[in-house]
């Protein structure tokens, strides 16, 4: 058996995923894409505030996959993604990340600021009564 070690370094993207339970109330299923989204504009409108507060050019929206709000911290880009494992049951992941500009585009990499992000919305999970909650880095 052979086992290969890798060095992480700088440039590495090492993205949270935070996942929790908190059932939301569901008033119409048909306005979510895909079942994957469903409920996960209430995690949205829980963690909005916090961002707004904190961050510029936010956007939000809901995709095929689920939903995002996507911000700056200065030059930093950072994503909350949410989706959606159980909608009655209330089981959602997030997906954190950061991205700083390169030559050509941005790239996902670690940053203080994406440390930051993962400290706020774990408070901000908690304050709305999220239960279950388990962080890992990818």
Do not use: H
Not at 20 to 25: L, Q
Not at 28 to 46: L, P
Not at 54 to 68: K, L, T
């Amino acid at each position: 058996m052979v086992f290969v070690a890798r060095v992480l370094t700088a440039t590495d993207s090492m993205p949270y995923e935070i996942a929790f339970i908190r059932p939301v109330t569901i008033s119409d299923r048909n306005q979510y894409i895909n079942d994957c989204c469903i409920g996960g504009d209430a995690v949205v409108d829980a963690l909005m505030p916090a961002v707004e507060a904190r961050y510029a050019d936010i956007q939000s929206n809901q995709e095929d996959w689920g939903w995002f709000i996507w911000f700056r911290a200065d030059s930093v880009k950072l994503a909350i993604d949410v989706f959606t494992d159980d909608g009655d049951a209330g089981e959602f992941r997030i997906r954190l990340t950061s991205r700083t500009k390169r030559l050509l585009g941005y790239k996902e990499v670690d940053t203080p600021e994406l440390e930051e992000l993962r400290a706020l919305v774990e408070s901000e999970l908690r304050k709305w009564s999220a239960s279950g909650l388990t962080v890992q880095q990818d």
